[in-house]
Nanobody
Framework: QVQLVESGGGLVQAGESLRLSCAASTDVLTIDVMGWYRQGPGKQRELVATLTRGGNTNYADSVRGRFVISRDNAKNTLFLQMNTLKPEDTARYYC???????????WGQGTQVTVSS
């Protein structure tokens, strides 16, 4: 069982920044892929960014150049630095972890990000 706990969400104005954190209960270097997903009001959950164990990153077109995914291996924590936030970034942000060694992937409970115009 892997537990993921997100934090760092909040209410900000357009153009401001936030940094989300996802604390994992296991060594992140044992996880093949970690990522951030979001679900806005009335929308399906969508990928925001992923980071592989080897350090490869992938971003949704809508956030590329504004968001940065990173990891602190010593603290077993995944981050999402979100800059130049837009109202359309308003969503609940979820952390995900997956490994070929597991029978399933894992999700955190999410953290709410609200961007006002």
């Amino acid at each position: 069982q892997v537990q993921l706990v997100e934090s760092g969400g909040g209410l900000v104005q357009a153009g401001e920044s936030l940094r989300l954190s996802c604390a994992a209960s296991t060594d992140v270097l044992t996880i093949d892929v970690m990522g951030w997903y979001r679900q806005g009001p009335g929308k399906q959950r969508e990928l925001v960014a992923t980071l592989t164990r080897g350090g490869n990153t992938n971003y949704a077109d809508s956030v590329r150049g504004r968001f940065v995914i990173s990891r602190d291996n010593a603290k077993n924590t995944l981050f999402l630095q979100m800059n130049t936030l837009k109202p359309e970034d308003t969503a609940r942000y979820y952390c995900n972890a997956d490994s070929a060694l597991w029978r399933r992937d894992y999700w955190g409970q999410g953290t709410q990000v609200t961007v006002s115009s």
